[in-house]
């Protein structure tokens, strides 16, 4: 049995951190789907930005968006829905088969709105109406601006995948904002099974301090931030509060992990995909990542739920100098910004394709 199916019967959810025209015109997610046990993928700018800028395959259609008017960021949105569209409908039979569970797609509003709640949620609203398909998350950053907007896309009905979480603290700040959108909805006698995930990043911790801790600390922070935070999901999962609001009909926000392929060429590819198995959870995962799992992964068994040694890892990078809180604000803020330079990034490859496809130099 591959590693990847079983760390599908783990209980762990495995999706693709990826998505290109190529991967589904030449058949490899549906092969991914059926061989590694791929239940989902997601996208961010800067995968749409490789994908666009990295070949020929897009260009017919920013011509043709290009010829009726459209430019910007509405072309965009047109061209990445119908890769998401088709992804959707590969993953379709595992939404139907999970109770919408899994089987997920995500799209991302534009990171220019990071800072603009109103925008957000507006934005969010327009994206799951325009793709048409119900295994379409739209993902809104757990910024300080962004905490409402989920809120209020929740209570909307619009399914959220929270990106750009970087600790406990700002997963449980995602995690409450999604209760109050669905106690709204009960509240409003609407129905309260919307979906959501919350998504952490694991690896940027470790590239952020890897020359700032003593060698027997490196590449570790990052798994032992995913296990506080894990800790506090199986807390919440078990809450009263929950409880009230599963037994009504709602289903629960999965923690995802991102940012799970390693930055340190010294350590093994698949070091944070065998540290955080963990059932009830997904992990998205890079090609190469998933590809080096499925080929020599090794499952050393599930997380412990009470986060096992994560309180006592953390400790240590404190004693050496390491702020975590204040770490952890700047990489979601560091985020936030490396995905508006992308989206800027990918403006401008559109706007040059769209002009050099209509003959102007």
Do not use: C
């Not at 693709?16 to 991914?32: A, F, M, Q, S, V």
């Not at 694991?202 to 990052?222: C, H, I, T, Y």
């Not at 590819?269 to 499925?294: G, S």
Request: glycine share 10%.
């Amino acid at each position: 049995m591959k590693p990847t199916r079983q760390l599908h019967d783990l209980g762990q959810s495995l999706w693709l951190d990826n998505i290109t025209r190529e991967l589904l015109d030449d058949g490899k997610l549906g092969r991914y789907i059926e061989e590694f046990s791929i239940t989902g993928l997601t996208s961010n700018p800067t995968i749409f930005d490789g994908a666009i800028g990295g070949g020929k395959a897009y260009d017919a259609g920013i011509h043709e968006k290009t010829e009726t008017g459209k430019s910007g960021e509405a072309l965009f949105l047109e061209l990445a829905l119908e890769d998401l569209r088709r992804a959707a409908d590969l993953f379709r039979p595992e939404f139907e088969a999970s109770d919408r569970m899994d089987g997920w797609v995500s799209m991302e509003v534009s990171p220019l709105l990071a800072n603009d709640t109103e925008g957000s949620i507006k934005a969010a609203r327009q994206i799951h109406q325009q793709a048409g398909r119900p295994n379409l998350f739209v993902k809104i950053p757990g910024t300080p601006e962004g905490i409402p907007a989920i809120e209020a896309s929740i209570f909307a009905g619009v399914p959220i995948n929270v990106t750009l979480l970087f600790s406990r603290e700002q997963y449980l700040a995602a995690a409450h904002a999604y209760l109050r959108g669905i106690e709204r909805r009960i509240q409003a006698g609407l129905d309260p099974h919307v979906g959501s995930v919350a998504s952490l990043f694991v690896s940027r911790w470790d590239a952020a301090v890897k020359d700032k801790v003593p060698s027997e600390l490196r590449n570790k922070l990052g798994i032992a931030i995913g296990r506080r935070t894990y800790r506090a999901y199986r807390d919440l999962l078990a809450s009263p509060r929950w409880r009230k609001l599963a037994d009504a009909g709602a289903r629960p926000q999965r923690l995802l992990w991102a940012s799970t392929g390693t930055k340190d060429p010294d350590v093994s590819a698949t070091l944070y995909v065998e540290a955080l198995a963990a059932p009830d959870t997904i992990d998205t995962m890079p090609e190469k990542t998933l590809q080096a799992f499925a080929e020599h992964g090794s499952l050393k068994g599930a997380m412990a739920a009470d986060g096992g040694d994560a309180e006592a890892t953390l400790a240590r990078f404190a004693q050496a100098g390491i702020d975590i809180d204040g770490l952890a604000i700047e990489l979601q803020r560091e985020g936030a910004q490396s995905f508006v330079k992308s989206w800027k990034q990918l403006m401008q490859r559109i706007a040059g394709k769209s002009a050099a496809l209509a003959g102007v130099r």
